[in-house]
């Protein structure tokens, strides 16, 4: 099977083999609950190999086919009593929900191992069903992934 390289990333027919693609993203403002679902925000990109972040949409667009890994945390803020958050790709939910029920100023967190294809993105939602959950902390949060192969 012929290989092309491009840079860090190595393909081949079937995807990508190897590489170098990575993001560790940040910081947001608070959001509070709106009463629906809403993505959870991370504006500010510490590591962005690749370029498959976008600090404008808080969402990675895989630059090419293969297995990711990726982990989210943040804070709930002084309203929220618990939180309930997943992983959504293409606009689906994805994997299992995370659920979080200590209280004020407790973390959410969450990791996944998923095959995507390229020009597939992965973003980070919280849902809402009541006034005492879903309300994210402006600080204390990280969203970030890389290419497993």
Known sequence: MP????????LTGS????GRVAFHAN???NQANT???FKVLFTNALTNVGGGYDTSTSRFTAPVTGV??????YMMDSSSTYDRSQFKLSGSYVGEQAF????????????IIISMNANQYMEVWTDVTSNSQGSVHGG?????GFLIG
């Open 35 to 37: 009463g629906s679902a």
């Open 68 to 73: 990711y890994w990726f982990q989210y945390q």
């Open 100 to 111: 979080q029920d200590q209280g004020q100023y407790s973390h959410t967190n969450h990791s």
């Open 140 to 144: 204390y949060r990280l969203f970030q």
């Open 27 to 29: 910081q947001g403002a």
């Open 3 to 10: 290989k092309l390289n491009i840079g860090d990333i190595t």
């Open 15 to 18: 995807g990508a083999l190897q």
